[in-house]
């Protein structure tokens, strides 16, 4: 791998813990002011908002500036949601603005994989940086977690500036302004990511222009045999992987008396075993045989169901290792078929925006689906339930899908795993 692609994994490490600690900070936050519990679950759903409403926008600005920079402008403005709950916005508002951040951060950080790398590389560095972004996810939580318990938060609360009152009275807001500093170590690594020599492209004088263009390379991708398949599968998984974080927090208060500090560390487990799942994934798998592992979602879908049976730990820990598993090793080859299909059709900072419209909209959609859920009265397993047979019928809907292409498209789905092949042997 090159230098810069170290860079680039050590600025996403620390931005991605940094929103990890946060949202068990956030989660914290509601609980100990009082909100309702569909406001908690509404956190994901509300950090997905931005990726949703500015996905015609956010890959064309990527494609415009130089990456790095895009990446310390969008850390900026994490730094900025922080700020605003820290000091009197309301969490479910101010996590919204950190996703319209993390809306930005994404397209550069996939984008600059297909500009550095060549495509031989494409599975072996998402599974890296998979890998790390799961990493970062299991320590996010967990600091999270300890950064809201009475342990390390009586320590930060001790804390007194000369002069200064800062209204920091609570173990979530101190939590919260620690993450701060974190975000600033990430911006840092930005301004080291190596300028790529890849051409920018402007954005036009009117970004209204951009709507039909994006809506265009949504329809390109979706048209496409193999890319439709890889986004349909990518989609599905990340709608059920974001709103786990949540779920699992959910599932471990009802099921196991978990405090949030408690039940962070298992959220932590789920992630273990994504990343071993994404490690063998990098080693075993190629691009064109990435299709293979789709029956694996169906497997997803049914794990989540079989977690309302679980009220010990230890059954709990190995089997969320086994539900992660399979997540890590259905993600990685099936993003890097999606991004490869991406920037053949339409360049990377645009194909990785629509990759996230369509990934954001699902966890918005699911997890809106499991906030209505419990606003409306159903308990957590119940919700569980019905989130996991969702899954499962949509994974088993995809399967179907491709299997109806491999019918009745050959000539296309063939040619098109063949550039695959060309492409991982020569790239």
């Given at each position: 791998m090159k230098r810069g692609f170290y860079t680039i994994m050590s600025a996403q490490f620390f931005s991605s813990l940094a929103d990890n600690a946060l949202f068990v900070a956030a989660v914290e936050l509601l609980r100990t002011s009082g909100g309702a519990e569909w406001q908690r679950a509404a956190l994901v759903p509300m950090f997905a908002l931005f990726y949703v409403i500015l996905a015609p926008f956010v890959g064309a600005f990527a494609d415009a500036l130089p990456k790095g920079?895009?990446?310390?402008?969008?850390?900026?403005?994490?730094?900025?949601?922080?700020?605003?709950?820290?000091?009197?916005?309301?969490?479910?508002?101010?996590?919204?603005?950190?996703?319209?951040?993390?809306?930005?951060?994404?397209?550069?950080?996939?984008?600059?994989?297909?500009?550095?790398?060549?495509?031989?590389?494409?599975?072996?560095?998402?599974?890296?940086?998979?890998?790390?972004?799961?990493?970062s996810i299991i320590l996010g939580i967990l600091l999270g977690g300890q950064l809201v318990g009475h342990a390390v938060s009586s320590h930060l609360l001790s804390f007194d500036l000369p002069f200064i009152d800062t209204n920091i009275d609570t173990p979530p807001e101190a939590a919260i302004s620690v993450l701060i500093f974190v975000y600033a170590l990430a911006a840092w690594f930005n301004t080291r990511i190596p300028h790529t020599g890849v051409e920018m492209r402007p954005m036009p004088s009117n970004p209204l222009e951009l709507v039909p263009d994006f809506w265009t390379c949504n329809s390109r991708l979706w048209r496409d045999k193999l890319g439709q398949i890889s986004l349909a599968t990518t989609t599905l998984f990340w709608g059920v992987s974001g709103n786990l974080r949540y779920i699992i927090l959910a599932w471990s208060a009802a099921a196991l008396g978990y405090s949030t500090t408690q039940a962070s560390s298992l959220s932590g487990v789920v992630a273990i075993g994504t990343a071993v799942g994404a490690v063998l994934a990098s080693l075993r798998m190629k691009l064109d045989t990435a299709t293979r592992v789709i029956p694996l979602g169906i497997g997803m879908g049914l794990l989540v169901i079989f977690m309302n049976f679980i009220s010990n730990v230890w059954v709990a820990a190995p089997f969320l290792i086994l539900l992660g598993g399979l997540g890590g090793f259905l993600v990685v080859p099936m993003n890097a078929l999606l991004q490869h299909r991406g920037h053949n059709l339409m360049g990377a900072g645009r194909s990785i925006a629509v990759q996230n419209f369509n990934e954001q909209a699902c966890i918005l959609g699911l997890g809106a689906f499991y906030s209505l859920s419990t606003g409306m009265g159903l308990s957590a397993f119940g919700a569980i339930t019905a989130f996991g047979v969702l899954v499962a019928g949509f994974m088993w809907l995809i399967r179907r899908w491709h299997a109806s292409n491999c019918q009745k498209h050959r000539a296309e789905v063939e040619h098109l795993l063949e550039v695959a092949r060309h492409d991982n042997l020569h790239g």
């Open positions: 920079k895009v990446m310390f402008v969008s850390n900026a403005i994490k730094v900025v949601g922080c700020l605003m709950m820290l000091f009197g916005g309301h969490p479910l508002l101010s996590f919204a603005v950190v996703g319209l951040g993390a809306a930005a951060y994404s397209p550069a950080k996939y984008g600059i994989l297909t500009e550095l790398l060549p495509a031989s590389q494409l599975v072996k560095a998402n599974g890296w940086i998979e890998g790390l972004t799961i990493a």
